[in-house]
């Protein structure tokens, strides 16, 4: 059977070795094995950068990245706080949905799609509002591909004191995280993307320490990560976990660090893209922003003239690949390619071939 190939940014396509994980047998979640499965995991996470394996917990919910950046802003901007949002594309918005939804105080600094975090009116905000306790933003953005200079944010947040609450849904396992120079207080992520994981479960990461300094602010019963914490501890959880796809967190977790990590799978990431971007390039076909500016998991390329995005998606699923639109206002301009699942170099010379093809 021909594979399939998701070039999308999530899910992905899986190994074999984590499809087969999805086989074992059967296991209510309230069973000690389930607990010893969930402890296990919450391990591996929070050691996927060793440098939070000490002074952060991982707490794991059954639900999509955006229920983990949901439950993350929920239950960490306090009643009377105000959180410092700075967007640009589609998941910055939804962030800010997000925080106006739960009743919190919120302020935007917002920039264009295609344009790199303003860093200078944070800097503004931040010492005109000392209201402000979180400061919040997309690590990657796929809504272009964008690598958001976090470092230079967080440095930000670290010399103002404020904590900085990450969405790294689409750059956890890939991208350098730097926790205690960010600043970072907690960065919400998913199984099915840079960890090779099927949908279905998410977690956060959090700082072991917010949970004895201060109550959960959430609002919500099945976001309120402090629940979670509560009997994660033990390896329970307060509602029903996806029994099977944990066992394909916990395999993928095996599998990447068999594999080398987080650092070998942003290299044989960067390997992909830079050949998928030079294919194009070749092709005479431009990227929306600067390469330099992009994630080693997501380029977006401008639409070719002559071409719609139906076009070439379609013409590429008959040979096996999937690729991604562009969103919202971007959608007739651009289309998107990631490179995250099981991709080979047989994988990436055969997408080469029917680019040329298509493109010829």
Not at 41 to 52: D, F, G, Q, T
Not at 116 to 129: A, F, R, S, T, Y
Not at 287 to 316: Q, R
């Amino acid at each position: 059977m021909k594979r399939t190939i998701l070039l999308n940014p999530g899910p992905i396509t899986l190994t074999e070795r984590v499809r087969q994980a999805l086989l074992r047998e059967d296991l209510c979640h309230r069973e000690p094995e389930f607990a010893e499965l969930t402890l296990d995991i919450k391990k591996r996470l929070a050691s996927v950068y060793p440098e939070a394996t000490s002074d952060y917990e991982a707490i794991m919910l059954t639900g999509s990245g955006t229920c983990a950046v949901e439950a993350m802003l929920s239950t960490l901007i306090p009643q009377n706080g105000k959180a410092l949002v700075v967007s640009n594309g589609v998941y910055g918005e939804r962030i800010v949905s997000m925080v106006t939804t739960h009743g919190k105080g919120v302020e935007v600094v917002s920039s264009q799609w295609h344009e790199p975090m303003n860093l200078i009116e944070v800097e503004k905000h931040l010492e005109q509002d000392s209201g402000i306790t979180h400061v919040i933003a997309v690590h990657h953005e796929t809504t272009t591909g964008r690598l958001n200079d976090v470092a230079q944010l967080g440095q930000l947040c670290k010399s103002k004191n404020v904590a900085l609450l990450l969405d790294s849904v689409s750059s956890f396992g890939a991208e350098k995280i730097e926790f205690a120079d960010w600043n970072l207080e907690a960065c919400a992520a998913t199984a099915n993307k840079c960890l090779h994981g099927v949908p279905g479960i998410c977690f956060v990461l959090v700082k072991k320490s917010v949970f004895d300094s201060r109550p959960s602010a959430a609002e919500t019963l099945y976001l309120d990560l402090d629940r979670y914490h509560q009997e994660q501890l033990q390896g329970y959880s307060p509602f029903t976990q996806a029994v099977q796809i944990v066992y394909a967190l916990q395999e993928s977790l095996k599998e990447m660090e068999d594999l080398g990590g987080w650092m070998a799978r942003h290299q044989h990431y960067s390997h992909l893209s830079q050949q998928i971007r030079q294919c194009l390039r070749e092709l005479g076909i431009s990227t929306l922003l600067d390469e330099p500016d992009y994630s080693c998991v997501l380029t977006s390329f401008n639409l070719p003239l002559g071409y719609s995005y139906e076009k070439i998606h379609d013409s590429l699923k008959k040979s096996g690949f999937i690729i991604y639109a562009g969103q919202g206002r971007l959608k007739k301009d651009i289309f998107r390619i990631a490179n995250m699942g099981d991709i080979q170099l047989d994988d990436a010379k055969r997408l080469r071939n029917c680019l040329q093809s298509l493109f010829r």
